[in-house]
């Protein structure tokens, strides 16, 4: 079974930082593309950011570049957010996001709240 498990949302004050985590297991972790979503109250869920543990590749949305940093540990099936600078305006439940032949899978999301 799929399964993307996320950890590390918070409380924090703006210009903070967090890390995210997602342990990722019952695929092959480095043979897809893992990344991250994010909702916001009343709002739809958007992209954050994606990559490849495979090539490297990392891609952000223009609001979070520069702040926001994906990476992941193949050793532990493990992708990671860390997200400095954080603003009020990032608030929102993050969701681990995995794009598998087929279908998407989706992790049960976690919540950052950024007070100012």
């Known amino acids: 079974e799929v399964q993307l498990v996320e950890s590390g949302g918070g409380l924090v004050q703006a210009g903070g930082s967090l890390r995210l985590s997602c342990a990722a297991s019952g695929y092959t972790f480095e043979d897809y593309a893992i990344g991250w979503f994010r909702q916001a109250p009343g709002k739809e869920r958007e992209w954050v950011s994606c990559?490849?543990?495979?090539?490297?590749?990392?891609y952000y949305a223009d609001s979070v570049k520069g702040r926001f940093t994906i990476s992941s540990d193949n050793a532990k099936n493990t992708v990671y957010l860390q997200m400095n600078s954080l603003k009020p305006e990032d608030t929102a439940i993050y969701y681990c996001?995995?794009?598998?032949?087929?279908?998407?899978?989706w992790g049960q999301g976690t919540q950052v709240t950024v007070s100012s």
């Open positions: 990559g490849s543990s495979s090539d490297g590749s990392a």
């Open positions: 996001w995995a794009p598998l032949h087929g279908y998407d899978c």
